[in-house]
């Protein structure tokens, strides 16, 4: 197979100068690209693009900027097919998953904020002081150090650069060396549309060779990153040495909560679907059921015969509901984790193997439902991220909220029932950056995604993206004209 080049950088593919790379079908375990990585040279390469591009795209007007990114989108729509195709091999993930929810979603973003672009806001100007006119100025920060993970690759890039470039900032990206592939494409596309070289970059190469130098190096004025809350911690406290920005979107383990008053066909197809998109390799996927106590045993019922229909298959097929997880090595960590809840007293009522008639080097693994756990144990509070669904009951709508809350994430939820002022409790009282009230997953541009506690802070997509992508400088411009200005006296009361 022929290197590809892995890098983009200043609006044009390069080689990597760090080691070779092998980019994978986590389905089948075949190659379908090989390259070399990024390395600290070119990281410094492609922040030098970054930052020579800033002052000439910062200075474009929004409008202009809008209408280039209103191309690009176009161009997006245009290569949908390639793009969709692309993702489904490269992140295991079933074709109809990626053409009907990646690549639209990805497209509708770039839209989203080709729009938002000409809508930064500040406060209203005004006279506070009496004697001057302060007004508000939203600025670009400058080259922003972007890191995303494998499990929707475009999307994730999506998110990283679009706030950032629509507000006038310039972006090296660096997504999980598994999955670069996707992440090229958009960046390439950018640069058919007209978007200058330089604007984005794509650095593939693993984290500590690409994404630690990029973390760190002086001229990045922003990190923002999405991925584990383990890497997150260190990639915040690298940040924090050089008192830089940080956004941060970490892991989650979104409840489901589901009262006696639900329509429980609605929850147990909810929870499904919730459960098993991408594999369960979402940072939203519902993880924890809890389903009062009358309701139980009918939803697990219910969710386990679901399961049973869910096939399991080839990516390429469009009759493929669930692909495979992004490589071996994450199967058996999830499959670890299933086996030590099996271990602690839990029943799997449904799944917790390896499907049969899957390719021995693919990573599949069955949509898995869980009993008999316990609320303080790893299966509940730890992410999984992968097909698997635990069940717990519960008695009282505080028992509910509490159990809800008790794990270290909050990042999404949801609650189900009929029940207004229930379901308003909820999106009261449970800590999570989205609730969803009788629907568990749909996401839209116009509204913002992250979370709080470990989950991180900050927003992904919307206009409240910009708050973490620009600066408010506050402008005060002095009407009286006076030399002696009354303030003075407090200082100095020469005459
Ligand atoms: P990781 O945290 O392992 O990796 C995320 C990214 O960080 C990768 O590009 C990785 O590179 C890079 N990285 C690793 N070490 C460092 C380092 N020291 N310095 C800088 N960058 C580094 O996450 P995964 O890729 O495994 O993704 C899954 C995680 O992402 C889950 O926890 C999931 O919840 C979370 N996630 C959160 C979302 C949210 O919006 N809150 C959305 C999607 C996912 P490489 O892997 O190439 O070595």
């Given at each position: ?79 949908a097919p390639?793009?969709a ?10 074709i109809r998953l990626a053409t009907e929810?990646?690549v ?392």
């Amino acid at each position: 197979m022929p290197e590809q080049h892995l890098q983009y950088i200043d609006g044009a593919r390069r080689a990597g100068s760090g080691a070779p790379l092998s980019i994978l079908a986590p389905a089948t375990g075949a190659i379908v690209a090989t390259g070399r990585g990024a390395h600290a040279d070119d990281v410094e390469t492609a922040v030098g693009a970054a930052r020579s591009a800033f002052p000439a795209w910062a200075a474009l007007t929004p409008g202009t900027r809008s209408d280039l990114m209103h191309e690009w989108a176009r161009i997006l729509r245009e290569r949908a097919p390639e793009l969709a195709a692309i993702e489904s091999v490269n992140a295991g993930k079933p074709i109809r998953l990626a053409t009907e929810f990646d690549v639209p979603g990805t497209i509708d973003n770039t839209a989203f904020f080709a729009g938002a672009a000409r809508h930064l806001e500040g406060k209203a100007a005004g006279e506070y002081s009496g004697e001057h006119t302060s007004s508000i100025r939203r600025e670009p920060l400058g080259v922003i150090g972007s890191i995303s993970p494998w499990n929707y690759p475009l999307q994730m890039a999506g998110w990283k650069i679009l706030p950032a470039i629509a507000a006038g900032n310039t972006v090296v990206l660096k997504p999980s060396e598994l999955t670069p592939l996707t992440s090229l494409l958009f960046a390439e596309a950018a640069t058919a549309a007209g978007i200058p070289a330089g604007v984005i970059n794509v650095l593939t190469g693993a984290g500590l060779d690409a994404g630690q130098p990029l973390v760190e190096h002086p001229a990045v004025a922003m990190v923002s990153f999405t991925g584990s809350t383990a890497v997150g911690r260190r990639v915040a406290a690298s940040a924090a040495g050089a008192a830089k920005r940080v956004h941060l979107e970490l892991g989650g383990k979104a409840p489901f909560v589901v009262f006696d008053d639900a329509d429980l066909e609605a929850a147990a197809r909810g929870a499904v679907a919730g459960a098993l998109i991408n594999a369960g390799q979402d940072c939203t996927a519902a993880t924890r059921a809890y389903v009062q106590r009358p309701l139980f045993e009918e939803f697990v019922g219910r969710v386990a015969h679901l399961m049973d229909q869910v096939r399991i298959g080839p990516v390429e097929d469009p009759d493929t509901d669930m692909g495979s997880l992004i490589s071996r090595a994450h199967r058996d960590k999830v499959h670890g984790m299933v086996e030590r809840a099996r271990t602690d007293g839990a029943k799997v009522v449904h799944g917790g193997r390896i499907p049969e008639h899957t390719p021995p080097a693919g990573a599949y693994y069955e949509p898995t439902l869980i009993t008999g756990a316990v609320q303080d144990s790893e299966i509940v509070q730890q992410e999984i991220f992968g097909p698997v669904l635990v069940v717990l009951p519960f008695d009282t709508d505080d028992e509910a909220i509490a159990l809800a809350n008790d794990t270290p994430y909050g990042l999404a939820a949801s609650a189900w029932s009929r029940d207004v002022f229930r379901t308003q409790r909820a999106s009261r009282e449970i800590q999570a950056g989205c609730v969803w009230i009788n629907d568990h997953i749909p996401i839209v541009s116009e509204m913002p995604h992250g979370g709080l506690k470990s989950s991180g802070f900050g927003k992904d997509m919307s206009a409240y993206a910009f708050e973490e992508y620009t600066n408010i400088k506050h402008v005060m411009s002095d009407i009286t004209g006076a030399a002696h200005k009354p303030w003075h006296d407090v200082i100095f009361r020469a005459r």
